[in-house]
């Protein structure tokens, strides 16, 4: 069965592609970003998915199944671009899977979707309305690329569609959005928070992606591993040293002072937890993770 | 952080040992309750709950020693010294301990240091969402339907009810758990007030700021009667028309306004404690 991956050259999309090639796929990957020493298996095309080239992959290659990875998910990243890649990115693989004959179309979100505030609920299920879009315009385009993603369920039934969810990866890339939170000595906390972090091991969240291919899910699914841990013991765990810093001062003094460059918003997810239920997707796929919340941290931490 | 440094009684080290909470590594529960926190935090409180204040518990063993439940009772004394008070009997005399989930008000949550250790010890904002899942785990949950107009009752009103909503019946039927009801006397005493600012309150962020007989929002060395009533189990569903659903939620209230009046009974020593009735 051959899988294009979009996004491949990100480091979930690497793991992605390299669970497929272990799992018995064909893979074909397109990515902006080249993806130097890449197995020899994996047939590579270094272009933009908005593109003629992109859609030229899926027109020449006619996968059986396809995975959206190619969002841009970093928050420094603020340009009118990101929301460019993430909507219409979005749109042409949707579009492209419906015109080049795609069967199965996963789509790898984020459970940020939900977004972070003082009264919503500890484990949000699938059906919850997204609470982010509002209060971190930042996120909102990731938002509306899941909503969009969400459509094809109805506006394409012939193809199986899946949305992912997908709690914080952690592990030994050292990327992604809590790694980069956690990438210095020190790791600011606002003063009298300390949410709940629902993450889970890198290789894990590629599984999952695979394990949902191979059971053909349509719908909607939060994907996470273990339980949620309390940021500050997240921080501690990793050898780093919380420096806590009242909400204020936090906000007046983003991006200088040595704290991290982040949109406003971001302060509500450092004060309130996201945390999802991801029933739905065992129940369905049986799945189990393999790292648990110390392992996937030493993981992080003991990485060269 | 501060919690490190509040030393540990080790009788209530042993009690939330017996607590039925799973523990992941880092010893955090599902919900986010941290063991070692919970421990120091309530061994501090155990100081408050047993000299401080003086808490006479009766009818504990009226609440399911495990499983779901809805603790409903009556709120008074300007800031939640009840909610506090029945936490520390269910931790503190209860046996085997046990660990309710109060449905608080979304402001707390929104106070630095209140919010941390509200979210470490398993007490979250009032959301049926969160009540459900909670109950459906097997854990108790603490419920004032009163709400804040509960608590803002002044001194001379405080054996009195107000308005009860509707949620907690439509959360014990849908999810068919027993509803516990309790009786609290005394709040009005310990924290007598005369008047509520609300303006004030607005600007702080909170409902309103209570002001004592002393001005000082402090409360006094008082002795509560807390009175746990048979549990009641009501048949029908969530979506039971209203009138159904209040005439259920006014027996409740009507149990709770009879616990409250055996409470002021004993607390004047009127009747002995043979005589209750739970």
Not at chain 1, 44 to 71: G, N, Y
Not at chain 1, 158 to 173: D, F
Request: glycine fraction near 8%.
């Amino acid at each position: 069965m051959k899988v294009l991956v979009t996004g491949v050259s990100g480091k979930l999309g690497r793991l992605t592609a390299l669970a497929l090639l272990q799992h018995g796929y064909e893979v074909v990957g397109i990515d902006r970003r080249a993806w130097a020493n890449a197995p020899e298996a994996i047939e590579l095309f270094q272009a933009d998915i908005r593109k003629r080239s992109a859609e030229d992959v899926f027109r020449t290659h006619r996968p059986d199944a396809a995975i959206h990875m190619a969002t841009v998910t970093h928050l420094v990243h603020q340009s009118p671009d990101r929301m460019r890649v993430n909507l219409y990115g979005t749109r042409a693989f949707i579009h492209h899977c419906h015109n080049y004959g795609v069967k199965q179309a996963v789509f790898v979100g984020r459970h940020t979707f939900y977004g972070a505030s003082a009264d919503s609920p500890l484990y949000h299920t699938e059906d919850e309305p997204p609470m982010s879009a509002q209060a971190f315009p930042e996120l909102a385009d990731l938002v509306a690329a899941d909503l969009y993603a969400g459509s094809a369920l109805w506006r394409y039934p012939e193809i199986t569609t899946c949305v992912l969810r997908i709690v914080y990866v952690l592990g030994p890339s050292k990327h992604g959005t809590l790694a980069t939170f956690l990438s210095g000595p020190n790791v600011p906390l606002v003063m009298g928070f300390d949410p709940l972090f629902h993450f889970m091991h890198e290789e894990d969240a590629a599984n999952a992606i695979v394990t949902a291919l191979a059971h053909k899910l349509h719908g909607i699914y939060n994907v996470s591993g273990p339980t949620p841990v309390p940021l500050s013991t997240i921080v501690r765990a990793a050898g780093r040293r919380p420096i806590v810093v009242p909400a204020t001062v936090f906000k007046l003094g983003m991006g200088r002072l040595g704290l991290p460059h982040l949109p406003s918003g971001a302060i509500d997810h450092l004060k309130y937890p996201i945390v999802v239920d991801s029933d739905t997707f065992r129940r369905a796929t049986r799945y189990t993770y393999q790292y648990d919340e110390r392992e996937t941290i030493d993981s992080f931490r003991n990485a060269p | 952080m501060l919690d490190k440094l509040l030393p540990i009684d080790p009788e209530v080290a042993a009690r939330i040992e017996a607590l039925d909470l799973e523990f992941n590594k880092f010893g955090i529960d599902p919900y986010g309750i941290d063991k070692s926190d919970l421990t120091r935090f309530v061994s501090a409180f155990a100081w408050i709950y047993r000299y401080y204040f003086k808490v006479d518990a009766y009818g504990l063993d009226n609440v399911p020693s495990q499983g779901r439940g809805i603790l409903v009772g009556n709120h008074s004394g300007g800031v939640a010294i009840d909610g506090a008070m029945v936490m520390g009997s269910m931790l503190l005399d209860a046996d085997p301990p046990r660990l309710p989930h109060a449905m608080i008000d979304e402001f707390i949550h929104r106070f630095p240091g209140a919010s941390q250790m509200m979210s470490r010890t398993g007490q979250f904002t009032g959301n049926p969402d969160q009540a459900k899942r909670l109950l459906r785990a097997g854990r108790l949950i603490l419920v004032f339907p009163e709400g804040a107009r509960g608590t803002a009752k002044l001194a001379k009103d405080a054996d009195s009810l107000v308005g009860f909503g509707t949620g907690f019946m439509r959360l014990a039927l849908e999810t068919k758990s027993p509803i516990i009801p309790f009786g609290f006397v005394g709040g009005g005493e310990a924290l007598p007030t005369i008047a509520n600012l609300k303006r004030l309150g607005r600007l702080l962020g909170v409902p309103y700021v209570p002001v004592t007989k002393w001005l000082v929002l402090v409360p006094k060395p008082t002795r509560f009667q807390l009175l746990y009533g048979k549990p009641m189990v009501f048949e029908g569903t969530a979506h039971d028309r209203d009138e159904v659903v209040c005439a259920m939620v006014d027996e409740v209230k009507d149990r709770i306004r009879d616990l409250i009046r055996q409470g002021r009974q004993l607390r004047t020593k009127t009747i002995s404690e043979e005589e209750l009735v739970l």
